[in-house]
């Protein structure tokens, strides 16, 4: 009602009063912009003129009172203000219209933030509940063995019981220097990094992997899926936030399989979010050499991740 109030005023000035007094008037008057006297008053080509389409409620109800007045003034002193024209130029009108407004716009605007509320609160009990479904959460990597994450054992010597996980003394090499200077730069990046640690069999890639990360991000978060759905779920769940290493050991595992091809476009999404994270693979020569030699045509895919070399920074010699 108070807009529609605002058009008739307009038709009525244009029509009636000859489009007086005019907007320079109004202002000089009033102690309002043009400009803003043109936003409440906008010219119509006559009783048939489209209805303004911005709808700018005027921040000083007393200077729109002044500027009612003074077009009530005018109509006064040309005869026209009777009828219709009396009421709708009357000031008490103009002040219930107002504050009508004004509430039914405080109400508009409550009822969005309860909704906005509303959805956040359904977003995150829907959060809550991914996470209790994860069959693999994140854990501190101090709580995580070298065991647990894929570390081969030592051969057992003479002195140890038999099935005794036996760990030597890690040495410290060329490759390791460098996997952690790469890992280093990754967490000052703030951004999501993929490393791929190759080498085939018992060449140490896993053991490689571990001690780089307990020697650059000793106090992250770790978090191990076993299989794509499990990878997915923590993916949707955001589970592999900042701060925390998504530790994917023998790497082929999660992404053969009927939703391997789900969980790499997870990754890849993944990898498009904020930092810093580590995603730390380690993969066998051969299976990268599946995952990214191109196809000839007709043959069929086992997994179309195709550009995983493309991704990963890999280090040379790391599993050696």
């Excluded at 002195?159 to 040495?171: A, E, H, K, N, Q």
Aim: charged share 25%; aromatic share 6%; net charge positive.
């Amino acid at each position: 009602m108070f807009f529609d109030d605002l058009h008739n005023v307009a038709e009525l000035r244009s029509n009636e009063l000859a489009g007086h007094p005019s907007d320079r008037q109004l202002a000089k008057r009033t102690g309002a912009s043009k400009s803003t006297i043109c936003n409440w008053l906008p010219r119509t080509p006559g009783t048939t003129g489209d209805r303004p389409t911005r709808r700018i409620l005027p921040r000083d109800l007393t200077q729109l009172l002044s500027v009612i007045e003074e077009i009530r003034a005018e109509a006064q002193a040309r005869g026209k203000l009777t009828g219709s024209a009396a009421t709708l130029l009357d000031a008490g009108r103009w002040k219930k219209s107002y504050e009508a407004e004004c509430d039914r716009r405080a109400k508009t605007s409550r009822i969005t933030t309860e909704r906005v509320n509303a959805r956040a609160v359904l977003h995150e009990q829907e959060r809550r509940a991914r996470w209790q479904a994860l069959p693999d959460r994140p854990r501190p990597l101090s709580m995580w063995t070298a065991k647990q994450l894929g570390v081969h054992g030592a051969i057992a010597g003479t002195s140890s019981r038999r099935g005794d996980f036996v760990l030597p003394t890690y040495i410290v090499r060329e490759h390791d220097r460098r996997l952690r200077q790469h890992l280093a730069a990754a967490v000052d990046s703030a951004e999501t990094t993929l490393v791929l640690v190759c080498g085939t069999s018992c060449t140490g890639k896993t053991r490689t992997a571990f001690e780089a990360v307990r020697a650059v991000v000793p106090t992250w978060q770790l978090i191990f899926p076993k299989t794509s759905d499990s990878l997915l779920a923590l993916l949707a769940a955001d589970a592999a936030g900042p701060g925390t290493v998504l530790w994917l050991n023998e790497v082929q595992n999660v992404l053969k399989g009927p939703t391997g091809e789900a969980a790499a476009a997870a990754l890849l999404t993944r990898l498009e979010d904020d930092g810093p994270t580590l995603i730390i693979a380690t993969l066998w020569p051969s299976y990268r050499d599946e995952f990214t030699t191109t196809l000839s045509a007709g043959t069929e895919p086992i997994i179309s991740f195709g550009t995983v070399s493309v991704m990963c920074r890999c280090m040379p010699g790391a599993g050696r």
